[in-house]
């Protein structure tokens, strides 16, 4: 089991930029998927990003071009860098891991999830 740990967010205007980080306590996975999920007032959680072992990514449509997923595998950490930020992406944002490198986006499929961080944007 790996323990995730969100930081990173916050209050921002609209059109502004947060970086979320999460922490992983180690990685005992040799094949994964990271993801970022958020949960926004009254709605679903819902995929946001997800990152292979591979490096590969894919994004919701609501995000591209605006948010980028990455990781520190020295650090042991990931990150979702947002920016050109807006009204609908406030949201409690969660990170997840899952065993294997097969992605997916269905919360379903991860093994782990950190606490949450939240994002509050405002217009």
């Known amino acids: 089991q790996v323990r995730l740990v969100e930081s990173g967010g916050g209050s921002e205007q609209a059109g502004g930029s947060l970086r979320l980080s999460c922490s992983a306590s180690a990685f005992a996975y040799s094949t994964y998927c990271m993801g970022w999920f958020r949960q926004g007032p009254g709605l679903q959680r819902e995929w946001v990003a997800l990152?292979?072992?591979?490096?590969?990514?894919a994004y919701t449509e609501s995000v591209k071009g605006r948010f980028t997923i990455s990781q520190d595998n020295a650090k042991n950490t990931l990150y979702l860098q947002m920016n050109s930020l807006k009204p609908e992406d406030t949201a409690m944002y969660y990170c997840a891991a899952k065993r294997g490198s097969l992605c997916y986006t269905t919360r379903d499929y991860y093994n782990d999830w950190g606490q949450g961080t939240q994002v509050t944007v405002s217009s």
């Open positions: 990152l292979d072992d591979n490096g590969r990514t």
